[in-house]
């Protein structure tokens, strides 16, 4: 076990375990989307997790961070929340806000960390840049929302977990990037329909069933 500091708080926690996974399991909360428990290695793509670890120059992501003894974190500082809140700013620049019409609505990670943040969903500061590129609703039971996803990739790397490739990819490049589903129609249809764990992972409202809109 590592024995730790984290807002003058001790915490224990298991030695290999990333710093984000050991402060959420000590009610510990840290912004975060891209990270799932079991990852052997964290995308870092949010940019929300940051922490200050004392005797490091910068802000860190504790995603990627492995506990260790003696070490002195701090989850709230000034220059966390001000590197949080751009990176969630950001995010939410390319995020269409509809929430009334959503499924995620009030179960939503996006609306959870606007709460934290003390922030509010729209960007104060930045023009909304949504993507051109259409929803997609060629799949049997599922639909796409390009302009609801936040590219945090939990998706593609559950589908794996699941079904030891991935059914759903990411498609584009840079600012274009769009999520997408991969294969022809009557094979996802026999896979997904039994599984929709990609539904249930999505920490927003982009992968909804055909019923829901
Ligand atoms: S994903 Fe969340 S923030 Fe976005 S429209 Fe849906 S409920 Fe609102
Ligand atoms: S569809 Fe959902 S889980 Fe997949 S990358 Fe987009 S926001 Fe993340
Ligand atoms: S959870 Fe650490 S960068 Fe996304």
Known sequence: MAKFMVDNKTVEANEGITLLRACLENDIYIPNLCWIK??????VSCRLCFVE???????????????????????????????QKTAFQLLMSAHEINCKVCPANKKCELQKIARFLKTGLKPKR???????ASDST??????????RCV???????TCI????????TFAKRGIDTIIRFYGASEALSATCSECL????????????LKSEK
Request: glycine share 6%; with cysteine; proline share 9%.
């Open 38 to 43: 079991g990852m052997a290695d964290a995308p």
């Open 53 to 83: 670890i004392e005797g490091q120059p910068q802000p860190v992501s504790s995603c990627k961070i492995k506990v260790k003894d003696d070490m002195v974190v701090k989850t709230d500082g000034p220059s966390v929340r001000r590197l």
């Open 126 to 132: 930045m023009e909304p840049h949504l993507k051109e």
């Open 138 to 147: 060629s799949h049997p039971c599922l639909d796409l929302h390009v302009n």
């Open 151 to 157: 590219l945090c990739g939990r998706c593609i790397y």
């Open 161 to 168: 977990q699941k079904h030891d490739q991935a059914l759903i």
């Open 197 to 208: 764990a990609c539904v249930a992972i999505c920490p927003v409202g982009a992968i909804t």
